[in-house]
């Protein structure tokens, strides 16, 4: 009934502020432009390496802000703005991203926040990334269904991402020359990284095809 939308995950942990914040924030910017915040993820075992595996892949909000995108980890919208983009997708994951390409492609603006904070914990196990990985996965897939996109060309795309690894290698670079952990820490890292960046294009290209013929069914 509201005249702002804010969205943040069941796991985190908004700032006292927060529901303030938001309305001040959609205030100053108005009905063209969504909002996205700070999700901190905090890592309570520095020698647990899917924690730290799960803050560096995942939920770059910065990142993804400069790239005209954001998660609901921490977004914020007008009513109008919501009802404009018609809302979110029924997807299993991904609803987000899907509804950030809609709101570039009809010339919305995107605004990022650092003092908009909630806080995320790491996923703490090698099950629960698994688990993350196939609902993205699966998400990535509907996307592509939906938008009814070349879909030859997506599954070449993703067979080859999971053959070179390049956004992996590029991440265990980075951690290879600025980690402060130990050695066998970092190889445990780059053996993950590897695993998961495989994994997950691998599962987009199943979950393709497994749509693509459940359609024709």
Not at 60 to 87: C, H, P, R
Not at 90 to 104: H, L, P, Q, R
Not at 192 to 204: K, Q, T
């Amino acid at each position: 009934k509201g005249n702002v939308f804010a969205f943040t995950d069941i796991d985190c942990y908004p700032s006292m502020d927060w529901a303030l914040k938001s309305i001040e924030l959609t205030d100053i910017y108005k009905d063209k432009t969504i909002i996205s915040g700070t999700i901190k993820r905090e890592v309570k075992n520095k020698n647990n390496v899917f924690e730290y595996f799960d803050k560096t892949y995942f939920l770059d909000q910065e990142s993804k802000s400069q790239n005209q995108n954001g998660a609901t980890a921490n977004m914020v919208v007008s009513k109008q703005v919501f009802i404009a983009l018609g809302g979110f997708k029924e997807f299993t994951s991904g609803a987000d991203t899907y509804f950030c390409d809609i709101a570039v492609k009809k010339g919305f603006d995107f605004q990022y926040n650092e003092k908009l904070i909630v806080k995320h914990p790491c996923l703490e196990s090698f099950n629960a990334v698994k688990t993350k990985s196939r609902r993205i996965a699966f998400g990535i897939a509907e996307k592509h269904i939906d938008e009814k996109s070349n879909l030859l060309f997506k599954i070449v795309y993703y067979f080859l991402g999971a053959i070179l690894n390049l956004q992996q290698f590029k991440k265990i670079r980075v951690t290879f020359n600025n980690s402060p952990f130990f050695s066998t820490f970092t190889l445990r890292f780059a053996v993950i990284s590897l695993f998961f960046g495989i994994y997950i294009r691998i599962n987009i290209i199943l979950n393709i095809i497994r749509m693509i013929f459940k359609k024709r069914e």
